[in-house]
Nanobody, 128 residues
Framework: QVQVVESGGGLVQPGGSLRLSCVAS????????IGWFRQAPGEEREGVSC????????YYADSVKGRFTISRDKAKRTVYLQMNSLKPGDSAVYSC?????????????????????WGQGTQVTVYS
């Protein structure tokens, strides 16, 4: 059974950086795409970024392009989300999840219904 655990959230001032980690169970990164989602209070969950299992192709939401970078270390079974130039609007609970197909999306955005094995989430707060 695929399991993922997030870490790395915290408090940061605007313009600051954080790196989130998503540790997956064994062999997960070989077969599953891993995506990052975020949800702020009262808002819908937003697909932020994703990395596919086969060729490592990546997806970024328009709201984070140029500021966030997703990467992976298969030896450590970990997917990272490096978040730079953070804004108050980036504040949310960030969660990672796995896609069994290995492909992030067949459309233009991430569909949370494609993802399984959600983690518990990690809080990111950007404050002035």
């Amino acid at each position: 059974q695929v399991q993922v655990v997030e870490s790395g959230g915290g408090l940061v001032q605007p313009g600051g950086s954080l790196r989130l980690s998503c540790v997956a169970s064994e062999f997960t990164l070989d077969y599953f795409a891993i995506g990052w989602f975020r949800q702020a209070p009262g808002e819908e969950r937003e697909g932020v970024s994703c990395i596919s299992s086969n060729d490592g192709s990546t997806y970024y939401a328009d709201s984070v392009k140029g500021r966030f970078t997703i990467s992976r270390d298969k030896a450590k079974r970990t997917v990272y989300l490096q978040m730079n130039s953070l804004k108050p609007g980036d504040s949310a609970v960030y969660s990672c999840a796995a896609v069994p197909s290995g492909q992030c999306t067949t459309g233009t955005i991430l569909d949370q219904n494609d993802f399984r094995s959600w983690g518990q989430g990690t809080q990111v707060t950007v404050y002035s």
